[in-house]
């Protein structure tokens, strides 16, 4: 392995890397160019945009990290953390950009339900004292010199880290790091980052960061390496904990070398650039030869100096139903139990078993494939459907056979599920993510279909890419050029399920008044979105589905109002 290479568009050291447990994780949709960049915290782009802060937090764990510092490193209790967290609006002793207002809720909530975990595992009242102890200073695996001289990689300076909240028995023998999780408890954390976290407990020593570009200090006040180190998993919607890891110094160091150490690998050596969400940070954006550019989209917009964002059709309808929502689901990824729409729930498993025999499909296509042998009871991809609903969705896979375009012609070839579509607008900073339900090529040109199920027909009295807005950002993307077919061969494609008749509708993105519609479209989607710096509350009846109505008093007052007025209506 040879000396890795800057990417063009970028400058800096890189002899110091920094790893972290999170990195470890490998989501599907990271760029490995961009993973490799975000490992090494010397780097930086070539070319700087000034940039204003964010009107908001935009880590969702930032003000409960920073109010259980102030719990358990000062002289305070759990009312008055509350009362800080409120004054402050999230920031306590941090500069930054205050919380949104539904986040303080959740905070607020979350933070209460943490305290009464740590009273039942470690004893602790208002986070102190207990079994084991808050620790302050960061553990860090250091390896290495930054003055010293590089491996074959260029690296001089290695360091590992590990995300979470440090606990340790007064004499040192036990360790324990806590992750937080948004919803309940992750069942799914990948085992490489369970081990790259437990070896930063079992192996780290005390540090502070003076600058994130510089190398950890490594403190005097060393504590004993751990006998047992263990790894707890907290889910902040219920306040549960659970083990994820409980073991020895041997123990440890099999899982590292098992699961965690090729990741690493992986991470520091890069790879090719793959296009994604991942753009929204790179540093070598200006220059990824990689990344679609499609300046102008949809448009004149907003002033670019704030932060680059991503965007999907789904943010932009989101947002104009509610701004909070969007913030809150879309941002920072909230959410409480939801129950889903027995007809969502149902288009997803249509969906879901249309995909599994697309991916590895029969020469005649879905006609080719066998329907569910108990119409009244099947499942595609985790979405069970039992009763009315399963049947209603068996029709629309019969449906589909009719409509299915694999095996259809010799013309027809490259099929693509769920691949993701990346574009670059420039003029915006804004990233565009689409995820078509099938992509596939026909004559040299691409066919973006969308699949919707529903169990009325299209009603012609809406225009058809103002009800379905992710059509009209498939006819701007497809006509830009991003997918490099030609837009006078290609073609967007809608195709409506329901459980007694099927629509195949087609958008020509090479002509200019369908251009003109689909620009119209998401201009009046995007501007709104783009431009906002409060996400102020916009109830309505959308109120009562809202998954994150619990932290949002202007959504519950107005539940709350609309019941009263259903009372008073009915004694009248």
């Not at 990290?65 to 409120?86: C, K, Q, V, Y």
């Not at 102190?128 to 690296?155: H, Y």
């Not at 490099?484 to 008749?501: K, Q």
Request: proline residues 8%; aromatic residues 6%.
């Amino acid at each position: 392995m040879g000396t890795w290479i800057r990417p063009p568009g970028t400058k800096g050291s890189i002899g110091l890397v920094r790893v972290s447990s999170v990195i470890a994780r490998e989501a599907p949709h990271d760029c490995p160019v961009h993973v490799a960049i975000r490992v090494r915290p010397q780097m930086q782009a070539s070319t700087r945009r000034s940039r204003t802060t964010p009107a908001f937090i935009d880590f969702v764990f930032a003000p409960l990290m920073n109010a259980l510092d102030h719990l358990e490193f000062g002289p305070s209790t759990l009312n008055n953390t509350i009362a800080e967290l409120r004054r402050t609006e999230g920031r306590f002793e941090d500069t930054g950009p205050p919380a949104h207002p539904g986040l303080l809720s959740w905070t607020e909530e979350v933070l209460d339900r943490y305290v009464a975990a740590r009273r039942e595992r470690h004893g602790a009242i208002d986070g102190s004292g207990g079994d084991l102890v808050p620790v302050s200073a960061d553990w860090v695996a250091c390896f290495g010199d930054i003055n010293g001289r590089p491996d074959e990689r260029g690296i001089r300076r290695f360091e590992r880290t590990a995300w979470g909240r440090r606990y340790a028995s007064p004499d040192g023998r036990v360790r324990e790091l806590w992750l937080p999780s948004i919803g309940s408890v992750r069942e799914d954390r990948p085992d490489a980052e369970i081990a790259a976290a437990a070896s930063v407990v079992a192996h780290g020593i005390e540090c502070s960061l003076p600058k994130w570009w510089t190398p950890y200090d490594e403190l005097d006040n060393r504590s004993p390496i751990p006998e047992t180190v263990r790894i707890i998993g907290f889910g902040s919607l219920n306040g549960r904990t659970e083990p994820l890891f409980d073991g020895g110094q041997d123990t440890v160091r099999d899982a590292y070398r098992t699961h965690a150490a090729p990741t690493f690998a992986r991470a520091v050596a890069g790879g090719s650039p793959a296009p994604g969400a991942s753009c929204v940070k790179c540093k070598a954006i200006v220059q990824c030869s990689a990344l679609p550019r499609t300046p102008g989209l949809w448009g004149a917009g907003r002033d670019a100096s704030g932060p680059r964002r991503s965007l999907s059709v789904w943010d932009l309808r989101v947002h104009a139903e509610c701004p909070t929502r969007y913030h809150l689901t879309r941002q920072l990824k909230l959410r409480a139990d939801h129950v889903e729409s027995s007809a969502a729930h149902r288009g997803r498993a249509v969906d879901g078993w249309l995909n599994e025999r697309h991916r590895e499909p029969s020469p005649d296509g879905c006609r080719g494939e066998a329907l569910p042998a108990d119409p009244a009871d099947w499942s595609a991809e985790g979405h069970q459907l039992t009763g009315q609903d399963a049947l209603d969705g068996a029709a629309m896979l019969a449906r589909h056979q009719v409509l299915c375009p694999v095996g259809r012609g010799e013309s027809f070839t490259d099929f693509q599920v769920q691949r993701q579509v990346t574009a670059y607008d420039e003029n915006l900073d804004v990233v565009v993510i689409a995820t078509p339900d099938l992509l596939y090529t026909d004559g040299g040109g691409w066919v973006w279909r969308e699949t919707k199920t529903s169990k009325s027909p299209l009603w012609d009295r809406d225009p058809l890419m103002r009800t379905y807005p992710q059509l009209a950002m498939a006819t701007l993307i497809l006509a830009a050029g991003a997918l490099n077919g030609a837009p006078r061969r290609s073609r967007v494609e809608l195709e409506l399920l329901t459980p007694d008749r099927c629509n195949l509708e087609t958008l020509d993105p090479s002509q200019p008044k369908v251009v003109d519609e689909a620009r119209t479209i998401i201009a009046s989607l995007a501007a709104p979105l783009l431009g906002d710096s409060t996400f102020a509350p916009r109830p309505g009846r959308h109120c009562h589905s809202c998954e994150v109505r619990r932290w949002c008093d202007v959504g519950r007052n107005h539940l709350n109002r609309s019941k009263d007025d259903t009372t008073t209506a009915g004694v009248r």
